[in-house]
């Protein structure tokens, strides 16, 4: 059972490029989450999915777009990087919403 | 809003030594409380949660917490630290669910050191 899975794994882009991140689970889950993490921040949600074709903007969403086409997938999009976008990016799913949250196993990005 | 806060960014502790980490929280209404923890390069993993009823609750590898309104903490504790259990730890909270997505907020996270 490979659980949320999150392709690339790592990733260097320059200022201005574009990428997209993919994130696949395999539980059926409802919800699913874009966090970004920091030093000394934690983690803070970018947006977030109640469900197939859903997405909604969460704490720290400017210069991010998501898409859910498909209940199983969430894809987070950079349109034009900044060097303020480096960081480490999770993708979370849970049944519903506070419940125990699945996390896959990150995307270190960089951008210079 | 809600909000978590983790006092302590960084402890250390021996190996077989007792831990307890820290966290308060701020919320309006009876809170859903977890704790996360995280190992080096690697994704977030639950350890427990407290929804409602014992205010002590166990969790996976040894761990407990306990949760208590009047000081709006829920600390996690250990009696015996393994080295495995070096990791970032991460409290979070939440509200109740009701249909409608409510986002977990987050502390900045407790790096455990574990000395052998």
């Known amino acids: 059972n490979a659980g949320v899975t999150q392709t690339p794994k790592f990733r260097v882009l320059k200022t201005g490029q574009s990428m997209t991140l993919l994130c696949a689970q395999d539980m059926n889950h409802e919800y699913m989450y874009w966090y970004r993490q920091d030093p000394g921040m934690g983690l803070r949600l970018i947006h977030y999915?109640?469900?197939?074709?859903?997405?909604a903007k969460g704490e720290v969403p400017d210069g991010y777009n998501v898409s859910r086409l498909k209940k199983q997938n969430f894809l987070l999009g950079l349109e034009s990087a900044a060097p303020s976008q480096t960081s480490v990016y999770f993708c979370a799913s849970s049944y519903i919403d506070n419940t125990e949250a699945f996390f896959g196993q990150g995307t270190r990005l960089t951008v210079v | 809003a809600q909000s978590v806060t983790q006092p302590d960014i960084h402890i250390t502790v021996s190996e077989g030594a007792s831990l307890e980490l820290r966290c308060n929280y701020s919320?309006?209404?009876?809170?859903?409380l977890f704790w996360y923890v995280q190992s080096p390069g690697q994704g977030l993993q639950l350890l427990l949660k407290y929804f409602s009823g014992d205010t002590l609750v166990q969790g996976i590898k040894g761990f407990e917490a306990e949760f208590k309104r009047s000081q709006s903490s829920f600390n996690l504790r250990k009696p015996s630290v393994h080295w495995s259990d070096a990791a970032e730890y991460f409290c979070?909270?939440?509200?109740?669910?009701?249909?409608?997505?409510?986002?977990?907020?987050f502390g900045s996270g407790t790096q455990l050191t574990v000395l052998p």
């Open positions: 999915s109640v469900g197939e074709g859903t997405t």
């Open positions: 979070a909270v939440g509200a109740e669910p009701s249909g409608s997505a409510r986002q977990l907020t």
């Open positions: 919320y309006g209404a009876t809170p859903y």
